[in-house]
């Protein structure tokens, strides 16, 4: 298994701080799926409080706020971030958060949730986030900041894009590529050897037997793929 900025037991004594970008839902998976690893944050980064799921509550005292210009003026160095902003189709501001920072000089966490696979022949970049009970087979490829959610299945020689979901207990059969920005959504299916595009959205429950072109949206069953508006 090929990861990117991963954790481990050897470097959390010398690893930087961990950030969370963002403070709800998925941020507040993430938080738990750190904190089973032994990772505990010491900070977000948001606008203000509003809307906070994170468990603010840890050993060390409340976590810290930051602000987007607070966390620019650090050194990146003394930092990890985690992206914790999710999506249900558009993933405009997720991808837009990663390329902001990277711009900056910062890195992002790559997350594997204890319970989930990851085959020792599949790729993982930067960023890149497997939760719980989901599966990465072998040779499957995953760009930059994508989220593989719970229980979802990428199987062999995928190629999956940057800033994607794969949301939760989607199945990708083998040889499935999927462009960047793509949501493919919670229980849709991708068959075998089929080419899903850039800035697409599967809709939940999706059964995709073909391929879908750049900018379109693709629900039902069979799946029926028009231009997004």
């Known amino acids: 298994m090929k990861l990117a900025n991963t954790l481990t ?15 709800g839902g998925h941020a507040r998976v993430l938080q738990e799926v750190l904190l089973e690893a032994g990772h505990e944050l010491v900070g ?15 050993e060390a005292g409340e976590l810290e706020r930051f602000t987007d210009e607070q966390v620019l003026a650090l050194d990146p160095a003394s ?38 696979h990851i085959s020792a022949s599949a790729t993982l970049l930067e960023g890149v986030q497997v939760m ?5 087979h072998s040779d499957a490829k995953i760009d930059d900041n994508t989220i593989v959610n719970t229980g ?21 059969a ?10 493919i959504g919670a229980n849709a299916t991708i068959l075998q050897g089929v080419k ?6 599967i809709g939940a429950g999706a059964v995709v037997l073909n391929d879908v072109s750049d900018g379109h949206v693709a629900v039902g069953v069979p799946a029926v793929a028009k231009k997004r508006g």
């Open 9 to 23: 037991k050897d470097t959390l004594l010398t690893a930087p701080r961990l950030l969370m970008v963002g403070g």
């Open 44 to 58: 977000y980064v948001a606008p203000s409080d509003e809307g906070l799921a994170l468990d603010n509550s840890t």
């Open 79 to 116: 930092v990890l971030l985690v992206n914790g902003l999710g999506s249900t189709g558009d993933l405009t501001l997720r991808a837009a958060i990663f390329d902001k920072f990277k711009a900056a000089g910062f890195n992002f966490l790559q997350t594997s949730a204890q319970t989930a």
């Open 132 to 136: 719980h009970m989901a599966v990465v």
């Open 152 to 172: 979802a299945i990428v199987e062999h020689h995928n190629v999956i894009g940057a800033h994607c979901h794969i949301a939760i207990g989607a199945v990708l």
């Open 174 to 183: 083998g040889n499935v590529s999927v462009g960047d920005r793509t949501h």
């Open 196 to 201: 899903i595009g850039s800035n697409c959205i």
